[in-house]
């Protein structure tokens, strides 16, 4: 199973949104990490979210997942694929949160504008094989209950307990730049104390 899933090559480069640090930072302040607690960031690209992780506590640890073999990562899987969550399960011992900026959609087929919707198989397969929750940054529609997530979202909305409503996030990479409305969203096992979303203003970060 290994071996086949770790032979994953996407057959184009893949576009990607590297997540500003001030983004990330803001999250971890206000979410509750304990002693010895274990990440996976599931799709972590240059790795933005996950140096700021490791930066923030010595405390954690953080494992890193990019299905692009050419990116650093510790593991090189396709995390919409059931298989590939659990093995990194098996491989860590488990972890306590994941935490990222997943992808929307899949790479667009030849001659297509755009690929097929993926980002709610990540966050289904992370808040199953994560032992406290999942935080992601998602965009702003995420929560509109179209047919593919709409029975997940109102089975779990009770269990959602952090939305951090964000300004535009100016995502650049080396080749352009472009500003996404997208916010922090957090459901945690076990939780039924409802939520009260914060606003956070990237003002103080220029």
Known sequence: MAK???????????????TREWATVELLQRMPLEHGDVILEPACGDSAIAQVMKDFSNHIHVFTNDIDPDRQADFHYDMTLRESWKWIERSTGGFDWVI??????????????????????????????ARKGVIFLLGKSFTEPVSYRKVWLQTYTPEQFLELRLER???????????????????QHGHSGGFIPEYISRGMWF
């Open 4 to 18: 086949q899933l770790m032979t994953v090559k996407p057959p184009r480069p893949i576009s990607f949104y590297p």
């Open 100 to 129: 990222g900026n997943p992808p929307f959609s899949s790479i667009p087929p030849y001659g297509k504008k755009r690929g097929k919707p993926i980002v709610h198989l990540f966050v289904q397969l992370a808040y199953q094989y």
């Open 169 to 187: 996030i100016q995502f650049k990479d080396d080749d352009r730049s472009n500003e996404v409305a997208c916010d922090w969203y957090g459901w």
